[in-house]
């Protein structure tokens, strides 16, 4: 009774505070006109057609008919399945090496560090350009080294391999965590019975983390079948969904189909989008109730560590290795015929291939996009830890939403929304076409991110500090400004780098909205790729990772000297 009398008390506060209730009338409007109605014209598209007398089935009869579809459902499948268990299981072997195994060197731990943020600050594709540079019919490995004049690296094989490579560490930093927070006294009672290294983690160990296992497939299964740079790079006649909406739209200017197509996959990833998150995660937290209680005793069986140590140490410099491949791309004069040295392909990027106005828009777009995504994701985050209204749970879900929503749907929702659809005129009429689309999709895109690690961090404050600041008359956004804001700080310019990151690296949703009056770097990238210009798209890659880069070594420097962090080590 009383918790339901202090639930109406906060909603009356709540409703007492214009610029709160302002906030979450806009917050509602832009989830649901930028998440929920290009999805639902998505719908719309796929089950309404004008001229068959309204509701109808036909365009999914179609393109279910279509043997070259079908085939594209079962390719995704397998390929998900394959890379979800594939990057699951090296990313578990990198995580137990370093939580359980003894370590004699730090090179280990600077190399799983490196591993971990490469697929971060890269372009989805760049493995690809490495897999066809090293593995392709003029590779150095395969024709040089191997003298292998056939090899075909396209493909399934090719695909499976890089989506793997990019999404293993995923899964790695996801089980470390998990496996840092078991308690060393539940394997070590196992041990004192008798039993082997193996009997504990297979009698211990692995079912306290079997949620968290089919977590990460599913994570890792999710970003597998919505991938689209990769399978359009290196899938060769090896067709995906992604891949087949893509050219649906503009190949065979198929809309309708293209949106039937895009329900079709949106299907796939909200069904497993919601056993992860509500399920899965659940089973997780209620296993794992908390960090372990004491120090672990690390492993320093020389018969376990030697070959764990290097199994993971072979497999990360084989990734870092493909990573260096690119800068050397981009500096040969002939990728697999003439190895000298040139700079003559960053000279193209800026003097043919207008490489400034690229990098001008790709910057501008995500810097304008960065921040807007790093406040919206903390306010998000503060109304659902610390706000109780009616609509917090539609703020949440559909926020959260836009993680289960492939790219290449998206922009077929945006194009359908609001080139044709109820938006194409009145006061949002010329937003189709113009950067403010395309800033908008960087912010839906990452905002799932930046709204997960707030919530993470508002769950620690007290909520008795900014109780306190109420009291002294303030009102939500002095609070949040000078109060909340602050203590997370650090969430925020983590959200604000990552947002930059994924904005400038994006390529799935934004190829199918850019405009020729827009330059961006991926989409550069993705088209000298598919031309087979490797030089040119090595040089605008090269460019783009340094740029990423070091927009992560700055938040980083940014943090270590003005975080909370610092400060309260200095505390301590």
Excluded at 16 to 22: K, N, R, Y
Excluded at 100 to 112: A, C, H, Q
Excluded at 426 to 454: D, E, H, K, M
Aim: aromatic share 12%; with cysteine; glycine share 8%.
């Amino acid at each position: 009774m009383a918790t339901r009398q202090g639930a109406a008390l906060d909603r009356k506060k709540l409703m007492a505070d214009p610029i709160m209730v302002t906030t979450i009338v806009v917050l509602i409007a832009f989830l649901t006109l930028f998440i929920l109605y290009p999805l639902a014209i998505l719908l719309v598209d796929s089950f309404y057609a004008p001229d068959q007398g309204g509701f109808t089935l036909s365009i999914f009869q179609r393109i279910l008919a279509m043997k070259s579809f079908r085939t594209a459902i079962t390719n995704t499948l397998k390929v998900g399945f394959l890379v979800g268990i594939a990057s699951t299981l090296i990313g578990l072997l990198f995580a137990y090496v370093e939580v359980y195994v003894k370590v004699r060197t730090k090179f280990m731990g600077g190399l799983f560090q490196v591993v971990s943020m490469l697929p971060v600050v890269s372009p989805p594709f760049v493995l690809s350009l490495s897999m066809i540079m090293l593995f392709g019919k003029a590779g150095i490995i395969t024709r040089h080294l191997l003298h292998i004049y056939d090899n075909n690296v396209y493909g399934f094989w090719g695909i499976a391999i890089v989506q793997t490579l990019t999404f293993f560490p995923v899964c790695y930093m996801m089980l470390k965590g998990l496996l840092k927070n078991i308690d060393p006294s539940l394997e070590e009672a196992a041990r004192d019975m008798g039993a082997g290294r193996w009997k504990v983690f297979t009698s211990v160990t692995l079912p306290l983390i079997l949620p968290g296992l089919g977590n990460a497939f599913l994570v890792t299964f999710i970003e597998s079948i919505a991938d689209f740079a990769n399978p359009m790079i290196i899938g060769g006649s090896y067709d995906t969904l992604a891949t087949s909406i893509y050219l649906q739209i503009t190949g065979a200017y198929d809309k309708e189909g293209a949106a039937a197509m895009a329900v079709v996959l949106l299907c796939i990833t909200l069904l497993m989008f919601f056993v992860q998150k509500y399920y899965l995660e659940a089973k997780t937290a209620a296993t794992l109730t908390g960090k372990a209680s004491r120090a672990r005793m690390l492993i320093e069986d020389k018969s376990v560590t030697r070959p764990l140590t290097l199994l993971c140490s072979l497999m990360a410099i084989f990734v870092v290795m493909m990573y260096i491949c690119v800068p050397f791309g981009a500096l040969f004069r002939t990728w697999g015929r003439d190895f000298h040295l040139t700079t003559k392909w960053f000279g193209l990027v800026f003097s043919r291939y207008k490489g400034f106005k690229a990098f001008k828009d790709s910057f501008l777009l995500s810097l304008v996009a960065s921040p807007l995504t790093a406040l919206l994701s903390m306010i998000i985050s503060y109304l659902v830890v610390k706000k109780k209204f009616k609509a917090k749970g539609f703020i949440e879900a559909v926020s959260m939403l836009a993680m289960a929503v492939p790219g290449t749907v998206l922009g077929i929702g945006y194009i359908r929304g609001f080139s044709s659809g109820v938006f194409h005129t009145g006061f949002l009429q010329g937003l189709y076409g113009s950067a403010a689309i395309l800033i908008i999709v960087f912010v839906v895109r990452s905002l799932p991110t930046g709204a997960r690690s707030g919530i993470s961090a508002l769950r620690q404050i007290d909520k008795s500090i900014e109780e306190s600041a109420y009291d002294m008359g303030a009102d939500s956004l002095t609070v949040f400004m000078t109060v909340t804001l602050p203590l997370i700080k650090d969430s925020f310019l983590s959200g604000l780098v990552t947002a930059f990151v994924r904005s400038i690296t994006a390529i799935s949703a934004i190829i199918l909205l850019v405009t020729p009056e827009f330059l961006l770097i991926t989409v550069q990238i993705n088209e000298f790729a598919e031309k087979g210009s490797y030089g040119i798209a090595c040089a605008f890659a090269t460019i783009l990772i340094a740029i990423t880069y070091g927009s992560v070594l700055l938040m980083n420097l940014v943090m270590k000297y003005f975080g909370t962090s610092r400060k309260l080590k200095e505390e301590d």
